[in-house]
């Protein structure tokens, strides 16, 4: 079954601090998957995907994510947290066989000034 | 959220009665989904469309229709058989329904009460 998890419910960081919200997806075949970030009452943003190549990807507001085939994961990084990054984040992978995205229950990060 | 409209942004529903949300893109994208958020569950989905006049049911249909008369539109009804629909409902699109490539554009959400 293609399933995708968030292992921490919640993330907390301080301010100028590297942050990373961990990602693990189980999906047969290639993996493409997405990061999306939600802030209060608001839909949902998109971050950054993965679809083939480099493993490091580069995303919106300095985010970056690293494919690990190896250990079917996508963890969300960020050199240098800024308050403004708190939010609930979500990681998703598309599933081919059923053509849609599959979402992660969240993360739910808090950056400390 | 830009492109993709929903409306209204609250909705108070008494038991036993339908509703409708609105959603509308001007992305011209083929393909638009509604889906259904609550605490600690992430997003499940409950319908999505492919193309014009066509729309399959996602994980929790039941309780829900939709209809897909334009591109551009894509409203969901909360039925009355819908027995807890108290949630946050979020609707998206994508260029392509069957590529990996393209990301899903989300609007703003409705969240709906039941009173």
């Known amino acids: 079954a293609q399933s995708v998890a968030q292992p921490e419910d919640q993330v907390n960081v301080a301010e100028g601090n590297p942050l990373t919200v961990k990602c693990t997806y189980s999906?047969?075949?290639?993996?493409?998957l997405f990061w999306y970030v939600q802030y209060p009452n608001r839909g949902l943003q998109f971050l950054l995907k993965?679809?083939?190549?480099?493993?490091l990807v580069k995303g919106s507001y300095g985010f970056e994510a690293e494919f690990n085939k190896s250990q079917t994961s996508f963890h969300l990084k960020k050199p240098s947290a800024l308050v403004s990054d708190s939010a609930l984040y979500f990681c998703?992978?598309?599933?081919?066989?059923?053509?849609?995205?599959?979402f992660g229950a969240g993360t739910r990060l808090a950056v400390h000034p | 959220d830009g492109g993709i409209t929903q409306s209204p942004k609250y909705l108070f529903r008494k038991e036993g009665q339908n509703v409708t949300l609105s959603c509308e893109q001007n992305?011209?994208?083929?393909?638009m989904y509604w889906y259904r958020q609550d605490p600690g569950q992430g997003l499940r989905l409950i319908y999505y469309?492919?193309?014009?006049?066509?729309?399959q049911k996602g994980d929790i249909a039941e309780g829900y229709s939709v209809s897909r008369e334009k591109k551009e539109s894509f409203p969901l009804t909360v039925t009355s058989a819908q027995k807890n629909p108290t949630a946050f409902y979020l609707c998206?699109?994508?260029?392509?329904?069957?590529?990996?490539?393209?990301?899903?554009?989300f609007g703003p959400g409705t969240r709906l009460t039941v009173l």
């Open positions: 998206a699109s994508s260029i392509n329904p069957s590529g990996p490539y393209n990301e899903q554009f």
């Open positions: 999906v047969s075949g290639n993996p493409y």
């Open positions: 993965y679809i083939t190549g480099d493993n």
């Open positions: 998703a992978v598309f599933s081919g066989g059923y053509n849609k995205l599959i």
């Open positions: 992305l011209n994208h083929d393909a």
């Open positions: 469309s492919q193309i014009v006049n066509d729309f």
